[in-house]
């Protein structure tokens, strides 16, 4: 069965919204469109009315192109808020903290300006 399905109502991430629509992101390889006209169904003067970039929302599936990896969606004949926030992961720190990178970032500066260097001589030849 395939992951996403025409009718099929699933979870994303809002990740950008244009005047003619929001686009919202699904997993590594999908991401859709929910068109202006498919946000409500009265008039929609500003999308950030109904939805804002970094909402987590559920939208339900219009259209599946699985050669784009590209989803038409719709959130006018769906309740597509979530309830509550999404689930935060607490950080665990480790007992080295921020010291690995402090050790390791003067070596990773010095080879990067040694293949700048590098690339400058090559082009100068």
Do not use: Q
């Not at 919202?24 to 999908?30: H, L, T, W």
């Not at 929302?57 to 219009?62: D, G, Q, R, T």
């Amino acid at each position: 069965m395939a992951k996403y399905e025409k009718g099929k109502v699933v979870k994303g991430t809002v990740t950008c919204i244009e005047p003619y629509g929001a686009f919202v992101s699904f997993d590594e390889f999908y991401t859709g469109l929910i068109h202006i006209s498919e946000i409500s169904r009265g008039f929609v003067r500003n999308i950030t009315d109904f939805v804002n970039v970094g909402d987590h929302i559920y939208v339900e599936i219009l259209e599946v192109d699985d050669e784009e990896a590209h989803l038409k969606l719709s959130i006018k004949n769906i309740k597509y808020r979530m309830n509550g926030k999404p689930k935060r992961r607490n950080i665990i720190e480790t007992s080295s903290g921020f010291t690995t990178l402090g050790r390791k970032l003067p070596v990773w500066v010095a080879k990067k300006i040694k293949s700048i260097k590098n690339t400058k001589n090559s082009i100068d030849k």
